[in-house]
C-alpha cells in the first residue's frame, strides 16, 4: 500500500489546498526528501494569482529543507537519514545550457526552475529531488534549518544580484526594494566589496533590516523622487552598479538613471506583475553608448554554491535569519500563505516548520 | 600673421559649409595634425540635421589621419612629419572613467567624444590632437592611409560590437544592418572567432560584402520577418549574441527575441534619431531572469588599440577598403556630404583626400 | 554468450597488444559506442612509457568516433546507430569541480580524463560513454570522421591554449613546437583574434603547416635562441602571451621570458617526461610583481563545446585534416603505434580506421 | 634663491642620511606636495640593503601624504592647500601599457613605481608627483592622515593580492605571511568575499592582527609544515586561492601545494633578496594542467582606486591604523629605520610625521 503525505497545492487560480498525495519514488538520478522545514516564497503568491500557468493540483513551494528519505541507484556520497538543503533551482547540469554555465537556463529559459512549473513543488511532506548528485546539499550540524533553508532562493538570487553587480571594491551600489531578496542583496554586496550602499524602501521595519545587513543610507522613496535623492546623494554623479530587487518598470527606468557612464543594472526583480515592456529612456541608456550593461539572471543552484553559502553561516559573516518575523507550522500553512499574500503586520518571510 | 586653413563646419541646423580658420596651435598636451585623409561618417549627417546640440561654425568630422605638423611641450616620441592616425574618441585617460577603463566616457557620459561635440572636429585642413601622447598613432609605413583611415572609427566601433557580444568560439552571431559599423562588426565576429554569423541586410551591394567580410548566411527583412527568420535559420533556440548595428527601437528589440537564454545584446547603433524609449518585451527579457545581459558602448580609443588593428591590417587579416565606394578630393566635401546623406548611389564610406 | 571486440591494451610498460574483450553493457548514466575511426596521441605513448602508473590490460586511447551502440536507461535524446564523437575527457557535470566549472578536474586534479588512467580507453571496437548524456556528441552529416575525431584532444586543447592566452585582438603571440597540439593552438589563436602568431618550430613540414593555419613568422630554435629571436622580431618587447606546447621546462622558462609585463603564459604541454620541477627565473617573472599570470589546463570536454568546433568546420573556418599524414586500418594498430612513438616518416597523426 | 627642505636618501649600499635639497619645482603635468605624514616601507630596508641598483643620494620613501603646495600648468581641478594622498606607483596613464591597464608596468615591467628607482622618492619634505591628474587624490576631511596614509601601498598592494586571488563568495583562501601586506590581504580577501581565511603566521601580535582583521584560522609554521596543516584542515582538500605575501621560494612553493584543482596563487611577496628561481614542483603543478593559475601583480596606483579605498574607511568598513606600532617625528627618521631593519619591539608600520 502506498504511503502518503501532505501538500500544499494550487487547486485553480486564486484557490490553494492541503491534499494527501502518494509519497513520490526516486528515479535512478533521484532523491526523495523528507521535508523539515520550510519559507513561503511571493513568487508562489504570483503563482496563485495566476501569474504562471500551472496545472491544478499541483503542489507549491521552492525553499525547503529536510532529511534524505530515499536516494536513486545512481546517486552516490549521500547516505538516508542525512540533513540535506535543495534549492529552488535543480537544473540537470548536463545539457548545453548548463555546460555553458547558464545552469539556471537549463533546457531552455528558466528551465531550471523545475519546482511547481515542471513538476511538484516541496511545500509538502517529502519531495523530489532532481539530478541530486549536484543538487543535494548537506547542512553543516552546526547550522539549524533555520539558517539553512534562506540558502534555497533567497540568499542565491540576492547574492547572484550582487555578483552580476560586478562590483569593484569600494564602489557605491544602490539596491531598490527591500524585500527579502532585496535585503539579501544588500546583505551580498556588502559582502563583495561594496563602499556605499543605498537602499531604497519606504517601510522603517526593512529600513532597520537593510541597516543591519550593511545599508549606509536609505532612500524613502515615498518622501520624493529616489533617483534625484541619489544624485543628490552621490553629488550629481550617480552609483557605479544598481540592483533592481523590486519587479516594475519604474523601478528599473530609476536603476538605469541612477547609474554613472560604464555602470551596471543587475536585475533580480520578477517582472510577472505588468505585462508592460520596460523601458530603456534614450537619456539614461546613453543613446545605446555609454557603457552601460544590464544582466539578468535567476536563482543559481547547485551544491557547490550553497557551500558556499553556509560557510559564510558558518563563519559568521552572514545571518539571514532576522528576516524570519513569523514561524508557523505546516498545519497553519494555509494562514501563513495568506498573510504572505497580505503582507500583514510586517511580514517578511514565515518559516514553516515540518512535525 | 597667423596662418588659415580650410574647415568643414555646421553653420546652423541643415546648412554646411568650407570656412577658413586659423591653424591651431597646440597647448603642451596637445599636438597639430596636418590632415592627408577622411572618411565622413553618417553621424555627421545627424548632427546637422539637429540631433546633437553643436555651436554654429563647429568644424565637422571625427575621421581623419594625417602628419604630424606640431607638438605640445609635454609631447615626447613622436616627430614632426611623422604619418599618424588619430581615432575619433580623444580621452584624457586621467580622470576617474578613464582609470576605470572606460575612455569613452572621459569625464561623463560620451565625453570621450570631443571632435564636434567639445571642439572643432577634424574634416579641416589641420586639426588638435587632446592627449596626444595617448592619441597619436603611427601608422606603420607599408599602410597606406586609405587603409588606415578605417581605424579612427569604422573598425574600432564594429569591433567593440563584437567584443561586447562576448563569443566563445564557434557561437552563432546575429549582426543587424550591414551600414560601414555593421559590416565592421561583422568583420569583427570572424576574426574573434564566430562560428556562424547571420547578417540582416536588404541592399544586395552591402549583402556581398557582408559575405566578403565573413558572414554565413543573409536574412533580407524584406523578405519576411527577421526574427522568425533567424529563429527558422536556428531550429528554433536563437543566437548566442546579437548585435545592433542600426539605431531602432525595432532593431533593438529584435536582438533581444533572437537571442537564446545567457545571450548578449552589443549595442552600436546610435539611438539619437527616434526620440522613444527603447523597449524590452517580458517574454523576450525573461521577465528579467533569463541570462541575458545587454551591452553598450562607444567607439573605443587610443593608439594602444589604433596599433592593433593596424596589426591586423599589415598581416592581412583584415582590409576595409572595400568599404570606400567614393573618393572626392577635399575641395568636393559639400557633395560627397550631400551624397552621405542621400545615401545615392550605393555609398557607403567616401574617402576624402587632402591636396 | 558474451560478445567480444579487438582492443589495444597496455600489458606491462613497454609492451602493447591487441586482446579480446567483452562488449561492455551501459549503466543507466552510460553509453556505449563502436568505434568508426581513431587517432594515436603521443601521450598514449608516454603511458607505454610508464609515465602515469596504469593498470596491465588497460586499453589505451581517447581519441575515438563512433555510432551509438546502445544507451543507459537515463540517456535521452540520442538514438541508436547515431553518429557520435567523444572528447578524450569524460566528466561528470556534478561533482562540485564540475559545478566551479573546472571539468576536466571532475572529482579532482586531472580526474576528467577517465579514459586509461581510470577506465578502459577507446582504441577499441566498441566504448563506454561515462556521462553519455553531456559527453555524446552527435556529428553532422556533412562532417566525415576524419574530421570529427580532431575534437576529441587536438583541438579542444589547441584551443584551450589559445583561450588561456586571453587574447586581444591584434596582439602578438608565440606559440612554442608545433605538433599536433601546437600547430591547433596555432590554430584557435588566428581563429580568437590574435594579430601576429609567432610559431618556434625546427621541422620543415611543422613549420609549413603552422604557416598554413595561420602563423606570421617562423622561428627554427636550432638557428638560435629562440628567446633572443623572438625579443629581435618584436623589437626587443617581448610578445603579449606565449603559449607552451612542448612539455619541457626550457620552453616553459622561455614563454616566461618571451612575454612583455602583463603578459600571459598558456601552458598546455604535458610536463610528465621530465620529473624536474619547472623554474621561474626572477628577472624574467619581475620578482614576483610584472603582473604575468600563468594559466595551466587539460582538454576541455563535453558535446556543447565539441559542437562549436563542428560549427567551426561546418562553415569551413578551420580543417585540421592536414595534420592526418598516415592511414591505418584497426589491424595494424602496432605498427602506427610503433611509427607515433619513432615519430618516424615525418608522423604527425595517423588516423585509424575500424572495419 | 632657492628654498631647501630636508630629505631621507641613500647615501649609498648601508648608509642613509637626512640631507638638504631643494624645494622642488613642478612640470606642467605635476604637482608638489608638503608632506604631512608617511609610513616607512620594508621594501626601502631592502633598498639600502642593495636589491635595487639606486642612485647615490637618491631620497628614499613611497608612503607619504600631505597638501598641495603648488600644481603644473596643465593640472586641473586641485587646490593649493588641499589635503592629497598619493599612491607609491605613479603611472603615466597615457603608454601602451597603460592602456592596456597595466599601469604598475607604466613603460615597461615594474615601471610604474618611479619613486626612488626613476626619481627621487617622498621621505622628505616636499615632494614631486607625475601625472598628477591622475596621481593626486584628495583626502576626505573626516580622514586624518595616519588612515589615509595606508593607501599609498599596504592597502592597494594587500588588496590587489585579494583581487587576484578571484574569490567566489564563500571560498577559502591562505595568506602566507601577515606582515602589513598581508595583513592587507586578509583585510581585502574578508572584504571581497572570502567564506574562510587561514592566515599562515608565528608573531602572536600579528596573528591577533590577522584574526581582528578576518582571519578564521591561524597556521603557526613554526608547529609543523604549513601545507600538512592546511590539508588537514580543508580535508585534504585544499584551498581555492593562496596569497602570497612573504616572498621566498619555499611560501611560493606553499602556496601552489595548498590550492586546489582550479586554485589561483596570487603573488604580492617581493622576492627580490633570494637570487634563485622560483620553482613548480610537478605534482602540485598538475603536470601544467590542473587548471591552477598563478597571478603577480605590483601596487596599482590612481586616484580612482585611492578614492575607494577611502570609501572603505569612511564608511567604517575598515580600519588599518591598528598596523601602526609606533609613532615618530621626521627628525627621528634614522632611528625609526634602524627599527624597520631590525623588526625590533613588534614593529609593524611606524608612521613619520612632519613638523
Redesign the interface.
Known amino acids: 500500500m502506498t504511503e502518503t503525505m501532505r501538500a500544499f497545492v494550487i487547486k485553480q487560480v486564486g484557490e490553494t489546498a492541503v491534499v494527501e498525495k502518494p509519497i513520490p519514488e526516486p528515479?535512478?538520478?533521484e532523491a526523495i526528501v523528507r521535508t523539515t522545514a520550510a519559507l513561503i516564497c511571493t513568487s508562489d503568491v504570483h503563482t496563485v494569482k495566476g501569474a504562471l500557468p500551472v496545472e491544478p493540483g499541483r503542489t507549491l513551494g521552492h525553499e525547503s529543507v529536510g532529511v534524505v528519505h530515499s536516494l536513486g541507484?545512481?546517486v552516490t556520497g549521500f547516505t538516508e537519514g542525512q540533513r540535506v538543503a535543495v534549492n529552488a533551482v535543480t537544473p540537470?547540469?548536463?545539457?548545453?545550457?548548463?555546460?555553458?554555465?547558464?545552469t539556471?537556463?537549463c533546457g531552455?529559459?528558466?528551465?531550471g526552475y523545475k519546482y511547481t512549473t515542471q513538476m511538484d513543488g516541496n511545500m509538502a511532506e517529502y519531495f523530489v529531488v532532481p539530478?541530486a548528485?549536484?543538487n543535494l546539499t548537506p547542512i553543516p550540524d552546526r547550522l539549524s534549518d533555520d539558517w539553512a533553508v534562506y540558502s534555497c532562493d533567497m540568499l542565491s538570487t540576492g547574492?547572484m544580484g550582487a555578483?552580476h553587480a560586478r562590483l569593484?571594491?569600494?564602489?557605491?551600489v544602490a539596491v531598490f526594494a527591500q524585500g527579502p531578496v532585496g535585503l539579501c542583496a544588500t546583505m551580498?554586496a556588502n559582502?563583495?566589496?561594496a563602499?556605499?550602499i543605498i537602499a531604497v524602501e519606504s517601510r522603517p521595519e526593512r529600513q532597520a533590516l537593510a541597516k543591519r545587513f550593511g545599508a549606509?543610507d536609505i532612500v524613502d522613496f515615498t518622501q520624493g523622487d529616489p533617483v534625484e535623492q541619489i544624485m543628490d546623494m552621490t553629488d550629481g554623479e550617480g552609483v557605479d552598479a544598481a540592483i533592481?530587487a523590486f519587479?516594475f518598470p519604474q523601478t528599473?527606468e530609476a536603476c538605469l538613471r541612477v547609474t554613472?557612464?560604464?555602470g551596471r543594472v543587475s536585475?533580480?526583480?520578477?517582472?510577472?506583475e505588468n505585462?508592460?515592456?520596460?523601458?530603456?529612456?534614450?537619456d539614461a541608456?546613453?543613446?545605446?553608448?555609454?557603457?552601460?550593461?544590464?544582466?539578468?539572471?535567476?536563482c543559481p543552484g547547485?551544491?557547490?554554491?550553497m557551500?558556499?553559502?553556509?560557510?559564510?553561516m558558518?563563519?559568521g559573516?552572514i545571518d539571514p535569519t532576522p528576516m524570519t518575523t513569523h514561524t508557523f507550522a505546516f498545519d497553519d500553512i494555509s494562514r501563513a500563505f495568506e498573510m504572505m499574500t497580505s503582507k500583514e503586520d510586517g511580514i517578511i518571510k514565515p518559516l514553516i516548520t515540518f512535525g
Request: net charge positive.
Open positions: 528515479g535512478p538520478e541507484s545512481a540537470c547540469y548536463r545539457c548545453s545550457y548548463c555546460q555553458r554555465g547558464f539556471s537556463q531552455g529559459a528558466l528551465g539530478a548528485q549536484a547574492f555578483e569593484n571594491f569600494g564602489e557605491t551580498g559582502l563583495m566589496g563602499g556605499r549606509d533592481e519587479g528599473f554613472k557612464a560604464g536585475n533580480i526583480g520578477y517582472h510577472g505585462p508592460a515592456p520596460l523601458q530603456l529612456p534614450l541608456f546613453g543613446l545605446g553608448m555609454n557603457d552601460k550593461a544590464i544582466h539578468t539572471g535567476l547547485g551544491n557547490e554554491r557551500g558556499r553559502l553556509f560557510q559564510l558558518m563563519s559573516r
